[in-house]
């Protein structure tokens, strides 16, 4: 049970059970007709999905250096799934910092009273004008 949840999770994700997604996983599988679960990532890295995938939602440039921002809903249907991620999260969020020089920030979205989508963590914004600053600053 906990493999397969995993599993779903994943797919959800990454959005594998898309029609745009299914057909091209389904091709690749038959490319590489792995024999091993080993054989299969070394294909799909290669050829479908970066190793180096830093789980953000978008980058936003500064100089020769990178911010990552990752957008989260809020509400209580998230949280379990907010909470099952932050550990992975926080791992591949160190990675992009080394890699890249800026930080990573999380936005967490709510909607208002009229439904609009809002910013509902407002000091984030704060924190990324400094983190630009800062990679401005760097040189």
């Given at each position: 049970m906990p493999k397969e949840w995993i599993l779903n999770q994943a797919t959800m994700r990454w959005?594998?059970?898309k029609k745009t997604?299914?057909?091209?996983v389904a091709e690749l599988i038959r490319k590489c007709s792995p024999k091993t679960v080993e054989e299969w990532k070394e294909f799909y890295?290669?050829?479908?999905?970066?190793?180096?995938h830093l789980n953000v939602d978008f980058f936003i440039k500064i100089n020769d250096k990178y911010i990552g921002l990752q957008i989260k809903p809020a509400g209580y249907a998230y949280i379990t799934q907010i909470i099952?991620?932050?550990k992975f999260?926080?791992?591949?969020?160190?990675?992009?910092?080394e890699k890249y020089g800026g930080k990573v920030f999380y936005i967490i979205s709510v909607k208002d009273k009229a439904g609009k989508k809002i910013i509902y963590n407002r000091g984030?914004?704060?924190e990324i004008k400094n983190e630009i600053e800062m990679?401005?600053?760097?040189?």
């Open positions: 959005g594998l059970n997604q299914v057909g091209p890295y290669k050829n479908a999905y970066p190793k180096e099952s991620e932050l999260q926080e791992a591949t969020h160190k990675k992009f910092t984030v914004i704060e990679l401005r600053n760097l040189t």
